[in-house]
C-alpha cells in the first residue's frame, strides 16, 4: 500500500502520505494540524537516539526536525515528483538556497540558465558569487549546446527552471541531465512553472527538483512555502541537515496543512489551468493589438516540439506583447475586471502584470530590452474560472485601450 508506483499521479495527489487510522485514534480522513513543538519521549533507557528516529514509524522529537503534518505532505511530494525525499520549505526561495548551499562550496563551478526568476538570479549573484565566492556562470540554456560548452568536470551545480518567467522559453531537461551526468555535476529543475502534473524532472535525468509551492502545488493564493524533491541519497542528507540543523528552516504545521489540501486537486487544477490558458493564447494569437504571444502550447512557440516531448500540456502562464506604448497596456489593465493586476502565479484565480514596471522593473530598460521584455509585454497566470468571463473582460481590456 505504501509503494507510491502502485497508484497514478491524480490518487497520489488525493490522499498519499495520509490514511485514515481508526485502530489507532479517531480515524481522520486528512491529516490534521499537529501543532506540538515537541514530543514525549517513551523513556532515558530506550534505544532511541535521534538518528534513529523515524517519522515513518510515527516517532518525532522535536518539530523543527519532523513534524506529523509537514511528514505527510513530504511524502506527498516525494510521490508526486517521483522522487525518494522531500523537504518543505517556509519559501521557494528558502528550497533553492538550501540546494545550492547543499551541493556548491567555495571555489566550486555552478552552472545556471541566464533566465531564471529575479530573485533566484539575485541569489546566485549576490550571496553565492560574491558572498561565498562560488564562481557562476550564467548561459543562454534555450541553446543547449551553450550548456554543454560550459558544463565540465570542474562543475558541482547545473541549475535550470523551464519554462522561464515572462517569456516561457524552455530548456531541454533531458539532454541537460545527460551533460551534467556526464560531467559528474548535479542537476537541478525548478518546476515551479510547469508542476508535476506537466512535467517530472526526476524522470527525465535531474537530480533535484524544487518549487515556490506558493503557486500551483498550493494553487489558492493563501500560503508561502517551498519544496525540494530529489533521488539522490548525498544530496537527501546534505538537504535534510540543512532544513533541520544547519538553517532550520521548514513550513509550519497550517501551511503543511494548507499544502496536503491544495494538492488534492492540482491534478483537475491544471486541466483547466491549461485549457483556459490555449484558448485565451489562440484568442490573442488572432488578436489585431497583439504582436506576439508566447506560449509553449503554441504551435508558433520557437521551441513547440521540445515543450511537446517534456511536458504534458502547455501549462497555465502565457505573455503576450501589445502593439503600443506603455501607456496603451495600462489602459488595457485599467480596463479589466475579472484579471486581477498582482505578482505572483498559479492561484485558482487569474492574475496579470506588466512585467517592466513589476516583476522585472528592477532590470535597467536597456538590459530588459535585450533579453525581450519589452515596455508592453504582459504576463497572465490563467485562472481556472469559466473561460468565456476570462475572454469577454479581455475583449473590454481592448475596448479601454482603443478609447484611450
Ligand atoms: N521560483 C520561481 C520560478 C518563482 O516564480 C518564484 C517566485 O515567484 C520563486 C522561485 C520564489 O518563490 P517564493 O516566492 O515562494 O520564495
Known amino acids: 500500500m505504501d509503494d507510491p508506483d502502485d497508484r497514478r499521479f491524480e490518487t497520489l495527489a488525493v490522499s498519499y502520505g495520509e490514511h485514515a487510522t481508526p485502530e489507532d485514534g479517531p480515524g481522520d480522513v486528512v491529516s490534521p494540524i499537529h501543532l506540538s513543538s515537541t514530543y514525549a519521549l517513551p523513556g532515558l533507557d530506550t534505544d532511541l537516539s535521534l538518528e534513529d528516529v523515524d517519522p515513518d514509524r510515527g516517532e518525532f522529537v522535536y518539530s523543527r526536525l519532523s513534524n506529523p503534518t509537514r511528514h505527510a505532505l513530504e511524502r506527498r511530494l516525494a510521490a508526486l515528483e517521483g522522487g525518494e525525499t522531500a523537504f518543505a520549505f517556509g519559501s521557494g526561495t528558502a528550497a533553492i ?12 563551478h555552478v552552472v545556471a540558465f541566464d533566465d531564471l526568476y529575479a530573485g533566484t538570479r539575485r541569489m546566485f549573484e549576490g550571496l553565492i558569487a560574491d558572498q561565498l565566492h562560488v564562481d557562476v556562470e550564467f548561459v543562454d540554456a534555450t ?36 551533460i551534467s551526468e556526464d560531467n559528474g555535476a548535479i542537476f537541478g529543475v525548478d518546476n515551479t512553472f510547469a508542476s508535476p502534473a506537466v512535467q517530472r524532472p526526476l524522470e ?10 506558493t503557486k500551483y502545488l498550493n494553487g489558492h493564493s493563501d500560503s508561502v512555502g517551498g519544496a525540494l524533491i530529489t533521488d539522490d541519497p548525498v544530496v537527501a542528507e546534505a538537504v535534510g541537515f540543512n532544513q533541520q540543523i544547519a538553517l532550520g528552516n521548514m513550513l509550519a504545521p497550517f501551511d503543511s496543512y494548507l499544502l496536503l489540501r491544495g494538492l488534492k486537486t492540482l491534478p ?21 493589438r497583439v504582436q506576439d504571444v508566447h506560449y509553449p502550447g503554441l504551435e508558433s512557440h520557437p521551441q513547440y516540439d521540445l515543450a511537446q516531448r517534456q511536458m504534458n500540456g502547455g501549462g497555465g502562464i502565457l505573455s503576450f506583447e ?12 485599467e480596463g479589466l475586471d475579472e484579471f486581477t493586476l498582482a505578482v505572483s502565479l498559479g492561484g485558482v484565480e487569474s492574475l496579470i502584470e506588466v512585467p517592466a514596471a513589476m516583476t522585472h522593473e528592477p532590470i535597467p530598460r536597456e538590459e530588459r530590452l535585450k533579453i525581450g521584455i519589452s515596455d508592453t509585454l504582459i504576463r497572465v497566470s490563467v485562472g481556472i474560472e469559466h473561460v468565456d468571463d ?8 481592448f475596448a479601454a485601450m482603443a478609447e484611450e
Not at 558544463?151 to 517569456?167: D, I, Q
Not at 502593439?323 to 495600462?330: I, S
Request: with cysteine; aromatic share 4%.
Open 322 to 333: 501589445l502593439a503600443g506604448e506603455m501607456a496603451d497596456a495600462k489602459a488595457f489593465l
Open 268 to 288: 483537475l487544477r491544471m486541466e483547466r489551468h491549461q485549457s483556459n490558458a490555449r484558448t485565451i493564447a489562440e484568442y490573442l494569437d488572432d488578436h489585431p
Open 143 to 178: 541553446e543547449t549546446d551553450a550548456v554543454a560548452e560550459a558544463v565540465s568536470a570542474e562543475t558541482a551545480l547545473v541549475w535550470m527552471e523551464t519554462p522561464t518567467n515572462p517569456l516561457m522559453g524552455l530548456c531541454d531537461i533531458e539532454a541537460i541531465a545527460d
Open 390 to 397: 476570462l475572454l469577454a473582460d479581455l475583449d473590454r481590456g
Open 97 to 108: 538556497a538550501s540546494a545550492v548551499l547543499s551541493v556548491a562550496e567555495p571555489g566550486d
Open 204 to 213: 527525465l535525468g535531474a537530480d533535484v527538483v524544487v518549487h515556490s509551492t
